[in-house]
């Protein structure tokens, strides 16, 4: 039972830095950290090279890619790669996050004893800590009622328990199984960032159960969430159609594009958030027409100057 690592790391050398230290320093090592170098283009290679020469207790595997692929694509190459080595679970996350030094012995632990049960399992997760206090949005589950989706993150006294069940995690110290990413399948490159973990997961939910363990404790680097209309506003919108499209009722998928639409074109008429409601409209359509990857307009760094 075996647990590999595979981390997509972009232009953030100094996180990067910081989370291997933290792999280093586990009381029980990994079969292998797999670092997946998303085209970085600060000193993130050369500090790679240097980080491989080093001997430790795990085998260190480098994917250097020739262009950005986004997160997505990041994690596509990485999981792709680990179906063909030998760890039966693989731990996913970006450059940072940061386990807790005996979160893969609690990880190892929780597999030994549901050893019987694992052929049930599609993934396990650890709780996601972020400026000392639980994040609850990296946990939730996605149910439908009537004509509604319901997104419903863990409430936080959930991560009392030992474990609960989930049917969606986020790609912050999630272990999955790699016998149901063979069925499944990996990350959806063509998202290019967000979402990818969410549709994975529910594409996961389906052959499996998702197990949240609170006792792996993830730390996540990332401040506080800014609501800004950005480039990333596009893929988030774009993403969430098309898993909305994939795995929810056929019904709840109608009613949710009717809303869309419907506040499309009343704020196109009195003219109110027009380029927020630009971009909503394209990711919207784009999804419908299942145009991804990066888009033309919307590329990395493009701000709403409006």
């Known amino acids: 039972m075996d647990i590999g690592v595979v981390i997509v790391t972009y232009n953030r050398i100094e996180k990067l830095m910081e989370t291997l230290n933290q792999f280093s320093r586990q009381t029980k ?4 950290v797999m670092i997946v170098n998303n085209a970085s283009t600060d000193q993130t290679e050369a500090y790679l090279e240097s980080w491989q020469r080093e001997k430790e207790n795990f085998d260190k595997i480098i994917l250097n890619l020739s262009e950005n692929t986004g997160g997505s694509g990041g994690f596509y190459e990485g999981l792709k790669k680990s179906l063909s080595l030998s760890a039966e ?3 996913v996350s970006d450059d940072d996050a940061m386990p807790e030094v005996d979160a893969l012995e609690t990880a190892y632990c929780y597999l030994e004893k549901e050893k019987e049960h694992l052929d049930e399992i599609s993934a396990i997760c650890g709780q996601v800590i972020n400026d000392g206090e639980i994040d609850t949005n990296h946990r939730k589950n996605y149910t439908s009622r009537g004509i509604r989706i319901l997104e419903q993150p863990v409430p936080e006294e959930k991560y009392a328990k030992e474990e609960f069940e989930i049917n969606a995690f986020s790609y912050v110290g999630t272990i999955i199984s790699r016998d149901k990413m063979k069925k499944v399948g ?3 490159k063509e998202y290019f960032i967000w ?6 997961s529910l594409r996961l939910s389906k052959v499996g159960r998702i197990i949240c363990v609170p006792g792996i404790r993830i730390h996540h680097d990332v401040g506080r969430n800014n609501f800004e209309v950005s480039w990333k506003t596009y893929y988030g919108f774009r993403n969430m159609a098309d898993m909305y499209r994939r795995h929810m009722p ?3 998928f109608a009613y949710f594009s009717l809303r869309v639409i419907g506040k499309v074109i009343l704020f196109s008429i009195v003219r109110k958030n027009v380029v927020e409601i630009t971009l909503l409209r394209k990711a919207f359509f784009d999804a419908i027409k299942g145009e991804f990857g990066i888009d033309p307009i919307y590329k990395p760094g493009w701000k709403n100057n409006a």
């Open 195 to 200: 979402w990818d973990d969410t549709e994975h």
């Open 186 to 188: 990996v990350t959806l």
């Open 29 to 32: 090592s990994p079969l292998y």
């Open 89 to 91: 679970w693989v731990w």
């Open 250 to 252: 056929r019904r709840c």
